[in-house]
């Protein structure tokens, strides 16, 4: 299990990385954490030209609150995101997927950037940018672009970034203090992809759910939005038959797939649950941003 | 009273406890493991070492019609490229079979594929390079010519021969065994109660966390091969390679050194190990091959793959009357050398309903040949399918007659006054303790408490659920295992101590180490039994050339048999220490002992001799030693059970588990094990072989499974997908001990290392559906994923 | 056609390296075959196992997941290192008091991802600490030794602390 062989360099600016993307396309390969990359090219099903290294790039790298805006640059490790007393404050659910990405050798590693470039619907992160309306931000050869999360992933490891760009930052929205989150997910063992899972925001008031976001992790090709489940929620009070509705919703909102151990009837059923655990977590508590100190 | 009686009275002939045995020594081999000053074979450094790596069939049957490794050949690094009839040259292949599994077959094996590949991970090309990497990058580039043939994966399209794998041999029986003690449909036909039940076991494989290993160092101008490697039987293995390559026995030393878990994996003879030795041969030089992890899941040996229906008859008050058995096995293309892939069935027979009273049964089994991966015996071989086949019904008898499965179970188990007590299948058993165990885990586990735990817990809609599984465990196993079918397996094993100058006592021993603590448990025996302290003790396995001849580490047997050869070796020593010292210090050898590395004198234990210093006189100063008497302050003995054919051990486990019936998800939480292993040598020792026994044994029953296609393609040879348990999922683990020692040897210890993986997955399973009984939902099909238990709650 | 390489300097155990690689090479290869450190293991080389772990700056890490080229200008610690550094010596002993290895393979990973708990969480759980361990794999024990000896140095830590303290 030794990889092809291949060139490396280690680029100083996004310009530099863009520039030996743009001469090789898809022979070449961008590694930052490499925590999925490098499996790949151990077991030979990867096999690029060169590797560009961005891991060192300044200014990629850290976590800033500007104004209403959390700005996460594309090399944070998932280690750096989990510990931030910012992001504690105003993106709790982040701070709760965190510690349920993989283990701690590899959230020390792995970037937030290298998790949505990649895509994998499994992933943590993808769904959260999803529920909490971020943005992602890219540049490429003829310069930079943000595009919502929610239409960034297009299929199955299919974003919006050609093999000429590259995913700078990810701006998330601050989530407003009577905002409540709660990230779920079912795996067999710790640190496992998630057989199903996913990241609810609501604003409890009064009995009722406002200004609900819900999407799911390993339930389709993409980390899905759950629009119809959202809307049989929106504005009511999470009684039986709210939440049967909003369960039977997700028929709709759903495309689970199958794999060695889960079939996709599994998963839909399982994302049902997790529906109703997660409003029942979230009326009791959930995570809540801090009032600022 | 005389003083002399007032000693304690220890003959020559006794066990002399100084109390290293029983104690609890943390293993003084681990210290350099602590550092990452271990040596593992990839840790090797040799001058000249070539890797090896293999281009393995992608097929899971197919022929081969071309292979091309000119560009291969061409490539940087490389030293030299074999195929199948090359490698034959050298190596003479081999039949996996033995005379006393009456009718086993299986076909001609060679260490490469030579006109066909019958299972996808079969080695076909053998690559030598100066790296790894230069080698690997060669593989990529041979070309092969594949003609796809008819895959068969399905174990009853193979028992009905759909289509003959081999078809030399007729059909795809590989081995058959029956056994009817008589009458079994009458009886079962007027019992109160017959039970019936199917289940399935998924195929497990051992993933060791060193992969298989061996670096084939041959030396032309001597037509001499030394093998390091990673093995469990070193003197198995040096037979083999002297044989199959054509070197005089004498010429081949086989060194293991430590070994990353073996656990069974590395106790088979596999044909890249043996086409590696084969390639040092021909390219002169030292070659290693490390197993990676991706071509460990479709080359290491599987186990397990079974699908067994059972019936229990029973009368109205809970008597079981008999069993009756049918059972299909699944073991590859080939019957794996020496060993065979016979005895992971034949145990299942021999096993099956073991731990009860009862007088009929019948059992029927087909190990059939299949285009999978081979199987052959992993860590508990058969137990864990017999004890899952024979608590799952025998659950299922207490619930349909409403008996508690724990009273159900003191009316059945075999009672502890009944020995020796011999089956209607033949199967004697020289001294067991089913009810101590009992109740010694009752008590540990607070079964009543956890039972009102379960009843509250079921009023909040809370699925708690308790399993318990007896079993009887095969350990030390004679000469019936192995050798009286002809296979060239030492069952004997043998210990040389020898007494140094400077007192320091080296024992040499034929059982290895895989990291259970072997060294540590013969250091105690003979501290114990020589007079010496532990850290004037040192262990020496794992060498051919330097060890006495013996069996090795497999089938618990190390502690039994070898402990026992490392006893009667050490009270030989001693005798003669004291002879040695009566002649010293010209008095009555009766009057002498030896304790804390000295000759004392029994009356007053006062110290007469040091054995430093009767070393010192003994090797440098003989000339003052009286005229004629020459001493031997090194003696070997070696030991071999023959009063039965195995030391059956007897234990219980208790499982306790949350099923969530929204998710399909168990939680594990709490797990028990009493076991009876006669003498406890160590009990640090022991109870960390029953804790990391019973982990695998959780890992069978909720996660472990080699998932194949149709198409005979492994779909999860990788760590990602084969899920192994972890730290996060497994419970606390609470042990305890019954001691019944065996009487067939003086240490009296029978073995331990596999009765925690045996057990295990029944408790959990019985757990399971005791869990969801209220919900008249059973499982029966290991592994017990979330997917299969909302299944059988009808939710998905 | 020349095979890359790529030449780098990095500090391992405390010890300045200048080597030439392969950029292919990972980082347990190169600390393996480059440097004889053969106390890191290679158990799977896809991420799973744990058996690579080394630090990096200060943090443990997958080594199999990680080029040699990709630690260059870094600071890298070994088993060996810290064995030798008697940074980790309580734990060692804690381990092999509660005989808390078996083949001793998966160990050196295990100990230093396990020293990264009692540096970051001296307070962790058993819970905690099976959860921060749960991406190493051990076949041998079952764990159990392993989670004790891990909470008996977190334990003998805070006592040494508290009466430093007091």
């Known amino acids: 299990m030794k990889p092809s062989a291949f060139d490396y360099v280690r680029v100083a600016s996004v310009e530099e990385a863009l520039a030996h993307l743009t001469e090789l396309g898809d022979r070449a390969r961008l590694i930052a954490g490499g925590q999925t990359l490098m499996a790949t090219l151990n077991m030979r099903l990867s096999a690029p030209e060169l590797l560009v290294d961005i891991s060192r790039i300044p200014g990629l790298s850290g976590i800033r609150l500007n104004g209403s805006t959390v700005t996460i640059g594309a090399l944070t490790t998932h280690r750096e995101i989990e510990r931030s ?43 959260c940018c999803v529920a909490l309306d971020a943005t992602i931000v890219i540049q490429g050869p003829a310069g930079g672009r943000r595009v919502r999360a929610r239409t960034f992933f297009r299929n199955l490891y299919e974003t919006d970034l050609t093999p000429t760009d590259i995913l700078v930052a990810i701006e998330f929205p601050v989530t407003p203090l009577a905002r409540r989150s709660v990230f779920l997910e079912l795996s067999r063992r710790r640190g496992d992809y998630a057989i199903v899972g996913l990241a609810l925001l609501a604003r409890p008031a009064e009995g009722l759910l406002h200004e609900v976001a819900l999407a799911y992790v390993g339930a389709g090709p993409v980390p899905m939005l759950a629009r119809q489940a959202m809307a049989a929620l929106e504005g009511r009070a ?18 689970p797939g199958s ?17 109703d655990r997660a409003v029942t977590q979230l009326l009791s508590g959930g995570a809540a941003p801090h009032a600022i100190a | 009273m005389t003083a002399r009686d007032e000693l304690p009275v220890q003959g020559e002939h006794q066990t002399l406890s100084r109390g290293h045995v029983g104690r609890a020594d943390p293993r003084p081999n681990a210290k350099r493991l602590l550092q990452g000053r271990g040596v593992y074979i990839d840790d090797l450094r040799l001058p000249r070492l070539a890797h090896v790596v293999f281009v393995r069939s992608p097929h899971a049957h197919a022929r081969i019609v071309s292979i091309d490794s000119s560009r291969a050949r061409r490539s940087p690094g490389i030293i030299a490229v074999f195929d199948g009839p090359a490698i034959a040259q050298v190596c003479k292949p081999w039949v996996g079979v033995l005379g006393h599994l009456k009718g086993i077959r299986s076909p001609t094996q060679y260490p490469l594929a030579m006109e066909r590949a019958c299972w996808q991970g079969e080695p076909v090309v053998a690559i030598v390079g100066e790296t790894r990497a230069e080698a690997e990058d060669a593989r990529d580039l041979v070309e092969i010519q594949w003609e796809p043939l008819p895959v068969l994966v399905d174990m009853e399209a193979a028992l009905a021969g759909l289509p003959v794998l081999h078809p030399e041999l007729g059909d795809n029986i590989c081995f058959e065994r029956t056994v009817d003690t008589g009458d079994i449909d009458a009886i079962f036909a007027a019992a109160d109660l017959v039970v019936e039940e199917t289940f399935h076991f998924g195929r497990h494989t051992g993933v060791c966390p060193e992969g298989r290993a061996i670096l084939a160092d041959y030396n032309p101008a001597e037509h001499s091969l030394t093998v390091h490697h990673a093995t469990q039987a070193p003197h198995m293995i040096h037979d083999i390679l002297a044989r199959h390559l054509d070197i005089p026995e004498a010429n081949v030393r086989v060194i293991c050194h430590d070994v990353g878990g073996a656990y069974g994996i590395k106790v088979h003879v596999y044909p890249d190990e043996m086409c590696t030795a084969a390639v040092s041969m021909l390219v002169r030089r030292p070659v290693k091959f490390q197993a990676d992890r991706m071509e460990s899941f479709v080359s290491d040996i599987h186990a397990r793959e079974h699908k067994a229906t059972v019936r229990l008859a029973a009368t109205r008050d809970g008597r079981i009357l008999g069993f009756d058995l049918r059972d299909l096995t699944a073991i590859g293309p080939y019957s794996v050398y020496p060993r065979t892939s016979g005895i992971e069935g034949n145990q299942v027979v021999n096993l099956t309903g073991g731990p009860y009273r009862h007088s009929h049964y019948r059992a029927r089994m087909h190990a059939v040949f299949t285009n999978k991966n081979v199987t052959c015996q992993y860590r508990a071989v058969g137990h864990p399918i017999a004890v899952a086949i024979t608590e799952g019904i025998v659950d299922l008898a207490a619930q349909r007659l409403s008996i508690d499965p724990v009273e159900f179970r003191r009316r059945n188990l075999i009672p502890d006054d009944a020995y020796p007590y011999a089956f209607p299948s033949g199967i004697r058993f020289e001294k067991l303790s089913h009810h101590q165990c009992l109740d010694k ?40 295992f192995y050798g009286v079918g002809g296979a060239r397996i030492s069952s004997q094993d043998g210990a040389t101590l020898r007494l140094e100058p400077t007192g320091a006592l080296t024992v040499l021993c034929s059982v290895t180490e895989q990291g259970q603590g072997t060294e540590t448990v013969f250091a105690q025996i003979a501290a114990d039994t020589v007079g010496v302290s532990m850290d004037k003790v040192r262990v020496i396995t794992g060498d051919t050339a330097t060890t006495p001849y013996g069996g090795g580490t497999w089938g618990s047997r190390g502690a039994g048999i070898g402990g026992e050869a490392v006893l009667q070796s050490g009270r030989a020593l001693r005798a003669n220490i004291l002879d040695a010292a009566a002649a010293i210090l010209a008095c009555d050898r009766a009057t002498l002992d030896v304790a804390d590395d000295a000759v004392i004198d029994r009356l007053t234990l006062r110290s007469l001799l040091t054995l430093a210093e009767l070393g010192r006189s003994c090797y440098y100063r003989p000339d003052t030693l009286p005229a004629g008497f020459q001493s031997e302050l090194m003696v070997t003995r070696h030991y071999v059970p023959r009063d039965y054919a195995f030391a059956f051990t007897n234990g219980i486990q208790a499982s306790w588990v949350e099923v969530d019936i929204d998710t399909g998800f168990v939680k594990l939480l709490g797990h028990w094990c009493v076991e009876d292993c006669g003498t406890v040598i160590n009990p640090l020792l022991v109870d960390e072989q029953l804790r990391g026994g019973v982990v695998q044994g959780l890992g069978a029953a909720l996660f472990e499974e080699c998932r194949y296609d149709q198409e005979g393609q492994m779909l999860n040879a990788q760590l990602g997908d084969y899920l192994v348990p972890m730290a996060g999922e497994m419970p606390d683990i609470v042990c305890g001990h019954v001691q019944t020692p065996t009487r067939t040897s003086e240490l009296g210890a029978k ?34 994923t979330p997917e299969r238990i909302l299944a059988a709650l009808g939710r998905v | 056609m020349p095979l890359p390489e790529a030449e780098i300097c990095l500090t391992v155990n405390g010890q300045v390296v200048r080597k030439r690689v ?74 092999h008091q509660r005989n808390a290895l078996q083949c001793g393979f998966c160990t050196p990973g295990m100990l230093l991802c396990a020293g990264e708990l009692l540096a970051t969480s001296p307070s962790a759980t058993r819970e905690e600490i099976r959860e921060h361990i ?15 000896a891990i909470e008996t140095t977190l334990a003998s830590r805070r006592a040494t602390a508290g009466a430093s303290e007091a």
């Open chain 1, 259 to 275: 794999d060695l151990y889960t079939s996709a009837a599994t998963r839909q059923h399982l994302a049902g649950v997790l529906l």
């Open chain 3, 134 to 148: 749960s991406g190493n794999y051990c076949r041998c024990t079952g764990y159990q030794a392993i989670v004790d």
């Open chain 3, 22 to 95: 392969e950029p292919r090479q990972h980082l347990v290869d190169f600390l393996r075959e480059a440097l004889d450190l053969t106390g890191s293991h290679l158990g799977c080389e896809h991420g799973v196992c744990g058996a690579c772990t080394v630090r990096v700056d200060g943090r443990i890490v997958r080594g199999c997941l990680m080029l040699a080229v990709q630690a260059d200008g870094r600071s890298v610690e070994t088993i060996e290192g810290v064995s030798d550094s008697g940074e980790l010596a309580d734990l060692q002993h804690a381990f």
């Open chain 1, 238 to 255: 999470p009684a039986a038959s709210v939440m049967q509705a909003a369960r039977a919703a997700l028929a709709h909102d759903l495309q």
């Open chain 2, 751 to 784: 073995g331990a290392g596999e009765a925690g993986t045996a057990g295990a997955p029944a408790a959990v399973m019985n757990a399971i559906n005791d869990a969801l009984a209220p919900l008249a939902a059973r499982v029966t099909v290991q592994p017990f």
């Open chain 2, 441 to 480: 885990l009752l008590e540990l586990m607070d079964y009543e408490a956890l039972r009102a735990d379960q009843a509250r817990a079921r009023e909040r809609g809370c699925y708690r659920g308790i399993g318990l599984a007896a079993m009887i465990e095969v350990t030390n196993p004679s000469a019936a």
């Open chain 1, 85 to 127: 007393p910012l992001v504690a404050q105003h993106l709790p659910l982040l701070a709760q997927a965190a510690p349920q990405i993989a283990h701690a050798a590899i959230r020390n590693s792995g970037t937030i950037g290298g998790s949505v470039a990649f895509a994998d619907p499994a992933a943590e992160w993808p769904a």
